[in-house]
């Protein structure tokens, strides 16, 4: 089969697409033949090297993975060849020492396996979600990082309610454009940075109530602005390090800061201060740690038009360098989908 497959890490250039053997799945598995993956900024970390999740090489990438069941592992029950299918891509494990699921423990489709940019790929059979018809692959294929993240994040780790100002970085990013959706569907009114004003004249169509270029002020004094010196209630943050003081300094008493990525740097210094005198919150989020059901409610919303799956293009696999050129630049408004 053609894939996407790197045998060292480094600049786009290790990316090559060649044809590797196909997957020999065991009896709990099923084969997926993909039609759609769209990328993340993930999958240029881990290619370029620079994850805290190190591959093993050689890598095919690929965490968010559309397609049809192709072949069903002989222990494997209820699921028929042919289903149109969408993977979760976490692959729960269970402690020898509990015998419950350790999160720590946790591997991941297309990071610690062979992932969806490539024509096959195998996965445990509890991985799957149906398809909802009307939805298509490449629409399923946008689902299972960054809208699985937009609604644990806001809901499950940011307790989000529908009365709050939500602050949402990165609005053109894949899990940006998600949280601005998610946010607005929840009620909240949602105040969107980007660094372009094309970017934000778009998340304003997704529903941004509000937009600040980060490139050209500071978002911080823009969220003053706006919100009347108040500050916002929650900050969905894809950007880290050089966004730190601006976020602490955005937020309401009692806020809340969701730790989402780290595209401006993973490290920052914090005056403790201003946290503990106005009662806020710090929380990381990693949609690894998501409930299986999210990747459910997310694609049955999509269906039903109340999330819109944001698709900048689709390209063949064999165009896969170009297609993280284009993450690479900056040069996307929100998911970018392979399709084999
Ligand atoms: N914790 C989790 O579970 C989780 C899940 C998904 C993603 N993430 C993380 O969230 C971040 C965004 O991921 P994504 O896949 O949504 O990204 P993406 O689609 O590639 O978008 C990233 C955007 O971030 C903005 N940005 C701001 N500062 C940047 C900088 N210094 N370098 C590069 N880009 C910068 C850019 O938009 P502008 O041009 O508008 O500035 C860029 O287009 C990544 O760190 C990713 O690892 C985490």
Known sequence: MKAAIYNEVGSVEVLKYEDVPEPEISPDEVLVRVKASSLNRLDLRLRSGKSPRPVNLPHVGGVDIAGDIEKVGRNVKGVKQGTRVVVSPTVKTISHKTGGADLALNKVIGVNYWGGFAELVKVPAENLVEIPEGLSYDEASTLPVCYVTAWYG???????????????????????????????LAGAYVIATAGSDEKLAKARKLGADETINYSTCEFADEVKRITDKRGVDLIFDQIGGSAWEGNISSLAPKGRLLLVGVVGGGAASANIGPIIMRDISVLGVTVFNAELSTLATVAGLAVKGELKPVIDRAMPLSEAQAAQKLLEDRAQFGKVVLNP
């Not at 806001?154 to 939500?166: A, I, M, Q, Y």
């Open 154 to 184: 806001l809901f499950d780790r940011g307790g989000l309610k529908p009365s709050e100002t939500v602050l949402v970085h990165a609005a053109g990013s894949g899990t940006g454009s998600a949280a601005v959706q998610v946010a607005k």
